[in-house]
């Protein structure tokens, strides 16, 4: 090519060599510009998805799971807030309603105190009724004693009191033969029958005291002392008669507060009666109306006897 075309400054081989190798080189050059060019283009059309696919997606999807895992988080966060809210109201319900139950059990720890103490009174105050009631049991059961004791001398006393008894009915029977018979003045039988009936009266106003019964004892007395006081006797028998009734005032005197006192004041008003101024005394008489008194507080009044009348007045 250079033998027909021959270049008209005679170029050498050199030149033209390293003109070739210039222009190869910048074919080169070009071509790897190109390949370089086409290779971009290929990292770009195919590196690009890639890399989104490979490394931003991922990036994207765990930024969108942390925010979905934030959000959840927080809801978790406001939901362990209201749950400890709730067991926060709850705790203070309950505190207050422990606070409520310690002042009912110190209320019900107080009553249960003051019913110890109530039932220990009340066994303390049984203890001492047990005690009084056995101590009254005890008195009773000596008074119950006492009261036999008494009956048994009330009895004795009053088979005294019918001993005499029946010595006045004696002497009655006897004041009645003495008068129907011509041997005695009539004025003195009198005296004997009115006599006998004061000494009657004295009798058993005697028994009424004995049997605890002052209003009927009282009555007798009265009629007895009345008796005496409306008797005529003769003067050697007026001194006797005075110290009677004086002795019959006394016992009156003596019968509301001292019934053993009026007690003894008649038996001598009796005896005087029995030998003072009767014309013959009764003998038997003077044993029957000892003094046996002893039963006079009886609270129990037996039966009176049967009051003896003289079938003869004057």
């Known amino acids: 090519m ?8 005679n170029e050498n081989f050199g030149t033209r ?40 997606t991922p990036t994207v999807n765990e930024f969108k799971h942390m925010a979905s895992a934030q959000v959840a988080q927080e809801l978790l966060n406001q939901r362990l807030l209201d749950d400890l809210d709730n067991m926060q109201q709850r705790a203070d319900t309950i505190e207050t ?6 002042q009912q059990f110190g209320e019900i720890e107080g009553s249960i105190d003051a019913l110890v103490a109530t039932q220990q009174s009340q066994v303390e105050l049984y203890q001492k009724t047990q005690h009084a009631v056995d101590e009254k049991y005890q008195t009773i059961s000596d008074q119950i004693t006492t009261l036999e004791t008494k009956l048994v001398d009330m009895n004795t006393s009053l088979e005294q009191f019918g001993t005499s008894i029946g010595a006045v009915e004696e002497k009655s029977q006897e004041l009645e033969a003495r008068l129907f018979s011509d041997d005695e003045p009539i004025n003195q039988l009198r005296r004997d029958i009115q006599l006998l009936k004061a000494m009657e009266l004295l009798t058993r106003s005697r028994l009424f005291m004995s049997q605890d019964n002052l209003g009927l004892a009282e009555d007798d007395i009265l009629s007895a002392r009345d008796l005496l006081a409306n008797l005529l006797v003769p003067e050697a028998q007026a001194e006797a008669l005075v110290d009677t009734i004086e002795r019959i005032d006394q016992a009156l005197d003596n019968l509301p507060l001292s019934p053993d006192l009026a007690t003894q004041d008649l038996e001598i008003a009796w005896q005087l009666i029995n ?16 003094s046996t008194t002893a039963a006079a507080d009886l609270t129990a009044t037996p039966q009176a006897t049967e009051t003896i009348t003289p079938s003869v007045t004057p």
């Open 2 to 9: 250079t033998d027909e075309n021959p270049t008209p400054n």
């Open 17 to 56: 060599l390293l003109s070739g190798f210039f222009n190869l080189t910048r074919i080169v050059v070009r071509f790897l510009l190109i390949i370089l060019l086409m290779g971009l283009l290929a990292l770009l059309l195919f590196g690009v998805p890639y890399v989104y696919w490979r490394y931003v």
């Open 97 to 102: 309603r422990m606070d409520s139950e310690k």
């Open 275 to 290: 030998l003072g101024l009767f014309s013959h005394s009764v003998e038997d008489s003077s044993t029957s109306l000892s």
